[in-house]
């Protein structure tokens, strides 16, 4: 008796169980009915479909923060390159580049890995910029700056050594609302026309924004290589120290390719991190396959010693935020400089 009242309330609930998924699967078939009838519409009629709406670049979406709040400047630090929405390319203004430089014939600076623009902000800002004195900690348009320009006042301006003038100034940022922030502090500085930040997954675009800069030259400054790819700086990347996540750098046999491309003789790729496992993942990708035939290591300053090895100084001068938080704790940073060679590039 006892047995058979304790296997009366599982037969119960397994006839309820088989009523309610025998229900559910009955409503879901209707629900799909119904759903592609409507999605045939939809698409019969030539409007956005909701599927359609998920594939919108990360990079185009409003970003949602409040300008004003002090968690404005405070954004994620990692995030997957390879997933799916990263894996899109983002959206141009139609006229780029022209809608976003003043003058296209001129050399480029491409800072890849820019973060919240910092650096460049700082490098534009010495060298050409009106309010390039301005080193308060203020808010300006609802965007709050930092110290960063404080902790760089020390450091000696070295551009002119390696970096024609004039010169237009662009950096790339993965991560949607760090490359909103960037683009927001450029008119701060008084620095539109000449400086632009794009959000983007390098390794997707990279190719599309030169070939579009270097497209949009004059014929005559096309035919003297004016707007050529001038100094790309990578500095600082995310690691990505998980053997598993290695594919997720940002340097890849595929980026090596595309720089020697639109590259000239004599032209500068300068790596740094304070990392050296990642310096030197960055500097395999330079000294094999097309790296190793369009681009030779400049091994000045560098010595054979472990402990001195990729010791050389920052040909630039200005530092990076990372940098300098860096060189704070006395610790080393790992770098190395590459110049494009005359082997003429073939696709």
């Known amino acids: 008796m006892l047995a058979r009242l304790r296997s009366a309330p599982a037969f119960t609930t397994q006839s309820r169980n088989t009523r309610y998924f025998t229900t559910m699967r009955q409503q879901s078939t209707t629900t799909d009915d119904t759903t592609t009838e409507q999605s045939t519409t939809t698409s019969d009629d030539n ?88 080193h308060n900690n203020e808010t300006f348009n609802g965007v709050r700056d930092d110290s960063y320009m404080n902790n760089t006042k020390t450091f000696e301006d070295t551009t002119n050594d390696w970096l024609p003038d004039p010169m237009n100034y662009l950096g790339l940022e993965i991560r949607p609302g760090v490359s909103q922030y960037a683009q927001a502090r450029v008119e701060k500085r008084g620095l539109g026309g000449i400086l632009s930040f794009v959000g983007c997954n390098a390794n997707v675009d990279l190719d599309r924004l030169l070939s579009l800069y270097q497209g949009s030259a004059t014929k005559d400054e096309l035919e003297n290589n004016n707007n050529r790819l001038a100094f790309v700086s990578i500095q600082f990347p995310d690691p990505h120290f998980k053997k598993a996540h290695s594919k997720r750098r940002v340097v890849t046999p595929e980026l090596v390719t595309t720089l020697a491309k639109y590259q000239e003789e004599g032209d500068v790729i300068f790596l740094q991190s304070d990392i050296k496992d990642a310096l030197e993942a960055m500097r395999e990708k330079f000294v094999e396959d097309d790296g190793k035939v369009y681009f030779d290591e400049c091994l000045d300053g560098n010595t054979s010693g472990d402990e001195e090895e990729y010791q050389m100084s920052n040909p630039l001068g200005i530092p990076t935020e990372r940098e300098v938080s860096v060189l704070k704790k006395g610790l080393p940073i790992y770098r190395t400089l590459f110049k494009r060679n005359g082997v003429t590039f073939e696709a």
């Open 47 to 134: 409007t956005t479909t909701e599927e359609d709406d998920r594939y919108i670049p990360p990079w185009s979406l409003p970003h949602l923060k409040d300008q004003s709040s002090k968690a404005y400047s405070r954004f994620r630090q990692h995030v997957n390159p390879l997933s799916r929405r990263y894996q899109m390319a983002t959206d141009l203004p139609k006229q780029w580049p022209q809608s976003d430089f003043n003058n296209v014939n001129l050399p480029l600076y491409l800072d890849i890995g820019c973060g919240k623009g910092g650096f460049l902000l700082e490098l534009v800002g010495r060298r050409h910029g009106s309010n390039k004195n301005n």
